[in-house]
């Protein structure tokens, strides 16, 4: 479907409300805009959910937290 849109006052674009049903955008959403080939081009930003076992972060923020205690303990030993 296409949509004629208009440029209100400080660069403000309404977007029409079955429009805005369709791709599900809310007030405060995010879109971002792109030129391309001379059109914009509007696309929602929609944040990716990733699952990830719990088991490999806790894994990783140990293996981190050793990481900067060394480097601590190399930092406050190299000092004196």
Avoid: A
């Amino acid at each position: 479907m296409v949509y004629q849109l208009r440029l209100r006052k400080k660069g403000i674009i309404i977007l029409p409300k079955d429009l805005r049903t369709t791709l599900d955008l809310k007030e405060d959403d995010v879109l971002v805009g792109e030129v391309r080939n001379g059109e914009l081009v509007l696309k929602p930003l929609k944040p990716k959910v990733v699952r990830i076992d719990p088991g490999i972060v806790e894994k990783f923020l140990e293996e981190e937290g050793e990481t900067e205690r060394r480097k601590g303990e190399d930092i406050l030993g190299g000092s004196g």
